[in-house]
Every structure is written in C-alpha cells, then in structure tokens.
C-alpha cells in the first residue's frame, strides 16, 4: 500500500454507551473526493445521522476532523461538525489553536464520537493508543483548569486538550469547545452537544509527525506566500492589531452592530478600539500551530476596577458581544467576560447576543425584573455583563433564559420579544450589520450554518483598494459587484459563490482564513492547490478544488433539507427587511424583500439549484458525483427522480 501523505490514513470511531473504541482505515479515495476537515466530517455526518434526531440525544454524533494542512508549516486548524441544537441544522465550525496538530501526531484525522455516557468521561489519545478514561474530577471545572489538570496528571506540558468548561455540561445551547485557551470551535451548540454526551474532553499527545510528499517545494511555496503576504497592505495592520481594530475600521464602514442591531454608532467607542487595546493592555503576541501572522495576543488590565484581569485571546467579535453591541466601552469589563467565555465554553457572540437582547426587552418593557431576578439591566453596564455570563453558564436564575441564545430565549419570551431578534436560519449574527451591505447580506442568508460571515462574506464589497475592486469586478462580470447598495443579480451571487468556495477550501484543507485572500493577503484558490499537491502527491488544480467544494456544500444544503429547511430560510428575517438601520453612515438601510429576493433567485441559477425551491436540481447532484444523495431528496419529494 502507498504511503500516507498529508493525511494519516486512520479515523477513530468510539461508542460511548457501548464503551467501545474502534480504528477505522482512511479510504484514499473517499480522501481525495472530500479532502479533509469540514468535507470528510460533513460526508459523516450526512451518512451517520438520521433525519430529525435529537440534538442532545445519543443518536447524534460529533465529529472531529483535521485536513491535510493540519501539523503543517501554514496550520494547526481542525474542524467539529454535528447536528446543532441552536438550528436543527447543520452544526459545524472551525478553530485553531494546537488540538489539531496534536490529534494527527498521535495517529488520526478524523474522530467519530457515537452514543452518550453515563458517567463523565474523557479521551485520551496518545500517540495511536486510545483510552475511555474517568472524568469525574473534571466535570464541574472550567477548560483552563481541566487542562491544567489533564497534563499534571501526565507530566507533559505539551498534552493539547479539546473540552468543554460548565456551559457545555449544562448544555447551555450555544456553549462551545475550547481548545489552546481560547480557541474555540464555536457557534452552532458543538459544546451542548459534547456536554450531552457527557464527554468533558479530548486529550491528545503525538510524535508521529507527518510525511510531506515534496518537502522541498512546499517549503519553497510556504516561503514564496509568506513573502507575498508581507507585501499586501493587509501585513501593515492584521498581524500587529488582529481582529480588534475591525472596530474602528467597521465604524467607518457602518457595519458595527449596536446596542442589539439599533445602529452602528456608539459614544465612547474610541475607548474599545483595536488600538486602543494594543497600546493599553496587549503584553506579547500569540500564534496557532503553523502561523506566520501572529494575530493573537495575551493582554493585562493594570489598573482600575478589573486591575489584574490578563489572559490571551481576544478578536473583534467579544469586543462587539461584550462591548458595542451591549452599549459598553469599559475595555476592561470586556477583557474579563472575554475570559469568563473562555473558561466557561460559551460561544462569545451568543453570549453578548443573548445579553444584548435582554437590555433590549428590558428596555422596551417586554420584560421587567420581575423577569430579570429584581437586577434592572441598562446599557454600557459592565459588571452586569460578567454576573450575567456566571448565572448564565450555571443555568442560574435569568440566566436559564439567556442560556438558550437569542431566538429561542425571544420565543421562550414571547410578548414582541421574537421581534426584537436578528437572526438566519434561528443563528444570530456574528457582529457585522448587513442591511446597508446586500451582497454581505447574501453571504449571510445562504450559509448553510446561518448567519456568519465565516461561510463566504463577500468582502470585495467593501474592499477599498482599486487594484482589488477591479479585479473583482472583472472577475464577477459586474461593476455591481463593489457597490455595497446594490442588488446585482449576477455578479455578487457569483462573487458569493466564489468566497464560499475559498472559505470551505480553507476548511477543508485546514488552513486559516486569515493568511488567504479571505482578509487581502494574496493567496488564492491556486495556490491552496498547490500547497496540497506538494504536502499529499495527488494533483490539487483549482478546477479541481471547486468541485470538491461544490461537492460539500451541495452535501451540506441537502443535509439541511432532510432536516426541513425550506427557500424561506435563505431569506433575510423580518426585522432585517422591516427595521432601517438607526444610525451611522448607513442609517436608514434595510434589506427590500422583493429585490433581495430576485438576487437570491441569481444565486441559485449560478449554483445549480432550482430558482423557485433553492433545492439543488438533480443534475447538480449527478454531475457532482452524488447521486445517492440525489435518490434521498427524490424519496422525499424534494426534487424531482432522475437527472
């Protein structure tokens, strides 16, 4: 048999209520159809998970998946997929960090977690050799301190532990898995769903490497990129500021989200900034496994009422949960809640969602504090914000309420409350106001996870330099294409599809989004190719890669038929089409139905699927080498039978 390269070749399959643990062979073929990461674990999860299971209930699996880059000298990424309990639909996210690196030194791609425990359990993986171990001295502990724990036991400071702090064992809906301290596999309930198999962790040890095919080429093409990248305007702020200076530079643009999506301008907000950040509490820079770009930091507060809050980990997205989008500009409560996050599991942008709404209710009088355990809740209050995050993560009081996220808090409610919710496909939206943005907003509304920007954001939309707006254009086929108020039909639907493609690329493959053209550094679809032909020794064009992304995503929108989703679901919500914007350069914005709606009829045409459905037509599939999945949707008369 040849060689592995890339990939390792195995896939761990373990049982919980049986308490087995089984080593399954990688197929090559299956390897190179789905590639790895977001595309094999989706492909398993679509094989192994009947239409409407229970979320939290034994049938559901999670799904652990690195991608040839992962260990590599461009990523340590991995990927956990799984039905989410926050949608019903697809649940599935990315992170970096160290975890998965260390999951392919010890032996592994993928990991398929089945069935639930009876008693708190975790998995310990050391290099190939595999255990169910005892986890009752962990369960109650947050994830700093299981890490600390999981490598005093084992004497190894290198041990890279994947778990879930006390929101995923209380099954708080959007609770998340952390791993590296802050790097979390967030969004969509992947720590809910963990914490409902009573699996409080994954540990991973490895020294088994990983064989590159042409290690001299790819260290020539890892060189030639990083060379590229330092010359784009992007290497002149990205890797010194990371995701924190997206506040001020979003400002400008009116996309910050305020005060639960009011409007896109805050006073104070010169105090919360990316730079404001840099100069006052960031102490040393921070990379995942892999990473030129360095854009994580560790950070100190050194003085005033939250003196000694330090930690590391901080992107725009707990600036604005924390911060804009709950009227708060004391950097310092939002460095400490970012912390509470981090220990407790909880998905940042859920957590200051489900806070914001609240403030929201509170202040509209839909709720009162007879609701809120006699605490009144105003906005810019900081303290609230952290004693909201405990009783939150403990199902405590209120926080029982806010632990179900945004929507369905809103329906538990009730009283307006359902109005006062952003959301897609019941995801609320990780912090970039899309009203005045359509082809962001078609981003947001076809992502088969719901609304974020992770999936595809059509970013040459608001991109300002000349050189990257024509080329855009040029590339769509329409000048409509950078013109942020336009419902183009055409061009931004391909533009979207386009982005889509990069990004479940980047998934699949494990390298970050941030050092691609996703964020302006140049290294595009071609190149991600190339970098996979010298790491695995089979050709990887760009031709070829599209296919293999239509492939998944096509999966991925099946998955979410099977499981009810309908055209209306790839639609705006309400209040993003009725409710104008309240303030900032684009006050006034909202999203027209009927316009939104003939562009998102372009998309489908230029996707493959049926205008009037948004289902893939059978062709699609066919032609995508799926016509099992096919034969699925024709059984439940969602397509038509045949080709």
């Not at 890669?545 to 989703?565: H, M, Q, S, T």
Request: charged content about 25%; some cysteine; hydrophobic content about 35%.
């Amino acid at each position: 048999m040849a060689e592995w390269c890339g990939w390792v070749g195995r896939i761990l399959d373990v049982d919980l209520s049986r308490g087995t643990i089984k080593e399954l062979p990688l197929d090559r073929r299956f390897a190179e159809t789905y590639l790895g990461g977001r595309g094999i674990n989706m492909r398993l999860l679509y094989d192994n998970v009947k239409p409407g299971i229970d979320p939290l209930g034994p049938e559901n699996v999670l799904l652990i998946g690195t991608g040839p880059l992962t260990g590599t000298a461009v990523g340590g990424r991995c990927q956990v997929t799984t039905k989410s309990p926050m949608t019903g639909l697809l649940g599935d996210s990315n992170a970096g960090g160290f975890f998965g690196a260390s999951l392919k030194y010890a032996g592994f791609d993928h990991v398929i977690v089945r069935g639930q425990s009876r008693t708190p359990v975790y998995l310990w993986i050391d290099d190939g050799r595999v255990e169910i171990r005892d986890a009752g001295e962990l369960w109650g502990q947050d994830t700093w301190r299981i890490t600390d724990m999981i490598r005093q036991r084992e004497r190894d400071e290198n041990i890279q532990v994947m778990g879930i702090g006390q929101a995923g064992e209380n099954q708080v809906r959007f609770a998340c898995i952390i791993n590296s301290i802050s790097r979390a596999n967030g969004r969509t309930g992947t720590g809910a769903v963990m914490g409902s198999k009573r699996l409080k962790a994954i540990a991973a040890r490895g020294r088994r490497g990983i064989k590159i095919a042409d290690p001299r080429t790819f260290k020539d093409l890892v060189w030639q990129f990083m060379n590229g990248a330092r010359k784009s305007p992007t290497f002149e702020w990205y890797p010194k500021y990371g995701t924190p200076i997206l506040t001020e530079v979003k400002e400008k643009m009116g996309t910050v989200p305020v005060k639960n999506w009011a409007g896109s301008e805050l006073p104070g907000t010169e105090n919360i900034t990316g730079k404001a950040f840099y100069e006052r509490y960031a102490v040393k820079h921070r990379a995942c496994h892999g990473c030129w770009a360095h854009c994580d930091h560790y950070y100190t507060v050194k003085d005033g009422p939250w003196k000694g809050t330090a930690g590391p980990g901080l992107e725009y997205e707990s600036v604005n949960a924390f911060g804009s989008r709950c009227g708060n500009t004391d950097f310092g409560s939002i460095l400490a809640a970012n912390n509470l996050a981090n220990q407790y599991g909880l998905d940042v942008v859920s957590a200051g969602g489900a806070i914001a709404l609240a403030m929201d209710l509170y202040e509209r009088g839909i709720i009162t504090e007879a609701d809120t355990d006699g605490v009144p809740l105003r906005w810019g209050d900081g303290q609230l914000i952290v004693d909201l995050l405990h009783k939150m993560a403990r199902r405590e009081g209120f926080g029982d309420i806010l632990a179900e996220g945004p929507y369905w808090m809103a329906q538990r409610i009730g009283r307006g409350a359902p109005a006062r919710v952003m959301h897609n496909k019941k995801l609320d939206p990780t912090a970039v106001e899309i009203r005045g943005y359509k082809g962001y907003a078609l981003s947001y509304t076809t992502s088969t996870r719901g609304a974020d920007h992770l999936r595809g954001l059509l970013k040459t939309e608001a991109m300002g330099h000349a050189h990257i707006r024509a080329e855009a254009q040029k590339k769509f086929g329409s000048a409509g294409v950078t013109d942020p108020g336009a419902y183009d039909p055409e061009g931004k639907p391909r533009g979207v599809q386009w982005y889509q493609h990069l990004s479940l690329i980047a998934d699949m493959a494990e390298i970050c989004k941030f050092n691609t053209f996703w964020v302006g550094f140049p290294i595009y679809i071609e190149d991600i190719g190339k970098m996979l032909t010298a790491v695995t020794g089979v050709e990887f064009t760009e031709q070829q890669l599209v296919e293999v992304a239509e492939r998944v995503f096509n999966i991925e929108k099946a998955y979410n038929i099977r499981e009810g989703f309908t055209r209306e679901d790839d639609m705006p919500c309400e209040r993003q089409m009725t409710e104008p914007l309240g303030s900032g350069p684009l006050k006034g914005e909202y999203l027209d139905r009927e316009k939104f709606a003939r562009m998102l009829e372009g998309y489908y045409r230029i996707t493959g699927g049926d205008p009037t459905t948004g289902f893939p037509l059978p062709e699609t599939l066919h032609r995508l080498g799926l016509p099992d999945v096919a034969a699925d949707l024709a059984a439940l008369g969602k397509i038509p039978k045949g080709r």
